[in-house]
């Protein structure tokens, strides 16, 4: 009888230690493709002119492990691999609390994001429950031919969003995916500028109205506008202006675009000041109503 009783002992050992290792091997098994998900959010909805925009991300998935970010080099040049959160200008004409729902626009923000967008990449961050604090200083950069070299400056009035590099990241295994919402975007009050076209045969003008936040100070400095021609190395600056802009009021200017440029175009305009610069700027793509008019439809940063 005793025998039996060892034996019996033996036997739910064996099996308490066979549920274990099963157990353990499916817990592993949900674990590698589980997917975890981080929330990206603003700390404020709107932020001032030359104030730092700061944000969190914030794991939102409990028990999937991972790890992301601590790349080294320049994601703004090129030189960087890694992962990053882009601040992406989300266009005038557009309701910036719809995008968030529709999946088409976000996808199409991959491409907006190649052009001038700011990409700041991400310090090691892993699941260990800790949100991680970032923060941009409101600059955008463009290439200035006079300088023959890129140049930063204080980025135009308007929404932004908070967009991570692919949306989402592998970490052992594991999907890591970004979790976009309301947060995620935020205003920053900085220069307005708004665009006008306006064609007459075959001129085409551009009209800008630059507007400063009433509660800035005045600015004096140079405005020049350049056309990229087969890449930013190759753009030729085509207007310069001096400008004497007060706050709340807005000033008018009008630019004669090249023909050459009418099937495609791309501004890149720096207003050089006292205090800092100014950056500002737009491409275009064309739409065609099949009655022979062509319409520009503008992105602007």
Do not use: C
Request: proline letters at 5%; glycine letters at 8%; charged letters at 15%.
């Amino acid at each position: 009888m005793k025998l039996k009783k060892k034996y019996l002992a033996a036997l739910v050992a064996l099996l308490l230690v066979m549920t274990a290792v099963v157990s353990s091997i499916i817990v592993s098994s949900v674990q590698g493709s589980r997917i975890a998900y981080v929330a990206v959010s603003a700390d404020k909805e709107s932020y001032s002119l030359g104030e730092n925009v700061t944000f969190k991300l914030r794991p939102l998935s409990q028990g999937v492990d991972f790890t992301i970010g601590g790349g080294a080099g320049d994601p703004n040049y090129g030189s960087y691999f890694g992962e990053v959160v882009s601040i992406v200008r989300i266009p005038d004409d557009m309701d910036p609390y719809s995008i968030i729902d529709d999946p088409d626009v976000l996808n199409d923000m991959y491409s907006w994001r190649n052009h001038n967008s700011v990409n700041l990449p991400i310090p090691q961050f892993s699941s260990s429950g800790e949100s991680l604090s970032m923060s941009w200083n409101g600059t955008v950069w463009a290439y200035d031919s006079n300088y023959a070299g890129h140049v930063w400056g204080q980025a135009t009035a308007g929404y932004y969003l908070l967009y991570p590099g692919n949306n989402y990241y592998y970490s052992y295994d594991r999907t890591v995916k970004f979790f976009l919402d309301h947060s995620s975007l935020f205003y920053y009050g900085g220069l307005d500028v708004d665009y006008n076209f306006t064609t007459e045969g075959q001129r085409t003008n551009l009209i800008m109205n630059l507007t400063l936040p009433s509660s800035s100070s005045p600015v004096e400095g140079y405005l020049s506008a350049f056309m990229p021609t087969g890449g930013p190395v190759n753009a030729s600056s085509f207007f310069n202006q001096t400008l004497d802009l007060r706050p709340g009021e807005t000033t008018t200017i009008s630019i004669a675009l090249p023909s050459a440029y009418r099937s495609s175009l791309t501004l890149d305009a720096i207003l050089t000041t006292g205090s800092g610069r100014f950056i500002f700027g737009f491409y275009t793509s064309l739409y065609h109503d099949g009655q022979g008019e062509v319409t520009y439809v503008l992105h602007q940063y």
